[in-house]
């Protein structure tokens, strides 16, 4: 296969089952010159000890500014464009070092501990209404638990009130939608707009009428002269919002397909939940929800593995393919809930490791442990082929459509998690 053959560009794949994919590219070696699907050229990252040391690497920036001004055409702009793409994600050091600084003193790990009570709050209830709708009844576990509950404590730690959610939510799967022709382009740019809109006048609201949420926090944030610029706290805001809802909505979908389609290993969860810390480390490394790094672009030759990296060029890592590689993991390609070592880099790796793991982790936590201990007969209403996994981009984010499962009789609610 020739990797830059558009007809085979990377992230033009079978988004339901790109494991197949990203073995056989691994094992032609850990770096390679690729055509991305919207036709820009990059080096892709697929060996783990490869990925590991790129994540790390000082010569490779994040600047998308610094990108989009250079004379090569490096990367499309993309939406919602400039106005919030000045986020932890999209910088450098020094200007990294500040905004996560800034943003971790509003972001502490007291506020994470303090929500497991209110999470757990959030996901019984949720039970309860997949419980309500009978045993037998098909339920999308998308739409009626993985998406609600990281959206609503989301939005709760940000001070979204629930009126305002809605419009949020609609704006949000505009943006995130495929595009697949000119129509779906424009419908983009309008939720973009509605994004950008909303942004302002939350913190506009917030300016007003201060609170004790997050949003609040980091207009308050300071370090010694330090704060947020305006664009700065909106492309934060923003940046909160799709990490803090959409990778753990697919942490949860993603997590309950592998469980349901592994049998044996679920029995071993049940037989003893303590496991569940140790799973969902597992399920992120077996089937990652952000499969492959953000932006990334060298600021001078790099060389790794025998290939030489232009300066200039776009890098991307492949998380999924890295936390699969055999010569970091054994059986890498089967799902493990008692796995020994499942230290993986589906969080990342070096100073952009994801602020927000420890709240993914709390909430994938609790989510699954309640799910399983409330629905000892949960099984999905669909073959596994008949799953779509079509939400997000496919290449940074994957996630499902839906997830239609049968929940069958409950059992009691449980008070462990």
């Known amino acids: 296969m020739d990797l830059r053959d558009p007809l085979t560009a990377w992230g033009d794949y079978d988004l339901d089952d790109p494991f197949p994919l990203f073995a056989h590219v691994r094992e032609r070696g850990p770096v390679h010159a690729v055509t991305l699907a919207d036709g820009h050229d990059a080096y892709l990252v697929v060996g783990h000890a490869e990925a590991r040391a790129m994540l790390n690497d000082a010569r490779l920036s994040k600047d998308m500014h610094a990108a989009l001004a250079r004379s090569g055409d490096v990367v499309a702009e993309g939406l919602p464009g400039p106005e919030l793409a000045r986020h932890m994600l999209a910088v450098d050091p020094p200007d990294h070092t500040r905004l996560r600084r800034l943003v971790a003193s509003a972001f502490a790990v007291r506020r994470v501990e303090a929500l497991e009570d209110s999470v757990a709050a959030h996901v019984d209830e949720l039970l309860d209404a997949i419980e309500a709708s009978g045993p037998d009844a098909v339920v999308d576990l998308v739409a009626a638990f993985a998406f609600p509950l990281p959206f609503t404590v989301i939005c709760e730690l940000l001070g979204i009130a629930a009126v305002d959610r809605p419009p949020l939510q609609g704006a949000l799967a505009g943006l995130l939608a495929p595009i697949e022709d000119d129509e779906d382009l424009a419908s983009a740019h309008q939720a973009s707009a509605r994004l950008i809109g909303f942004l302002a006048e939350l913190v506009d609201d917030k300016r007003r009428r201060p609170d004790d949420a997050l949003v609040s926090a980091l207009l308050a944030a300071r370090d010694g002269e330090d704060r947020l610029t305006e664009q700065e706290l909106k492309s934060t805001i923003f940046q909160l919002i799709i990490a803090g809802h959409d990778t753990t909505s697919s942490l949860i979908g993603n997590g309950v397909v592998a469980l349901l389609t592994h049998p044996e290993q679920l029995v071993a969860l049940r037989r003893d939940p303590s496991l569940m810390v140790n799973v969902v480390e ?60 499942v230290r993986h880099l589906g969080f990342g790796h070096g100073v952009h490791f994801c602020l927000g793991a420890p709240l993914a982790r709390m909430e994938g936590r609790v989510a699954l442990g309640r799910l399983i201990a409330r629905f000892p007969e949960l099984r999905l209403a669909v073959p596994p082929e008949a799953l779509r996994w079509g939400h997000g981009d496919g290449l940074v984010l994957r996630g499902l459509t839906e997830l239609p499962v049968v929940a069958g009789p409950a059992a009691a609610p449980s008070t462990s998690a």
């Open 282 to 341: 597992e399920l992120i490394r077996f089937d990652a929800p952000v499969p492959h790094s953000t932006f990334r672009f060298t600021t001078e030759s790099v060389e790794i593995a025998g290939v030489t990296i232009p300066e200039g060029s776009q890098v991307i890592v492949s998380l999924a393919a890295a936390n699969r590689d055999g010569a970091r993991y054994p059986s890498p390609d089967e799902l493990d809930v008692s796995r020994a070592d």
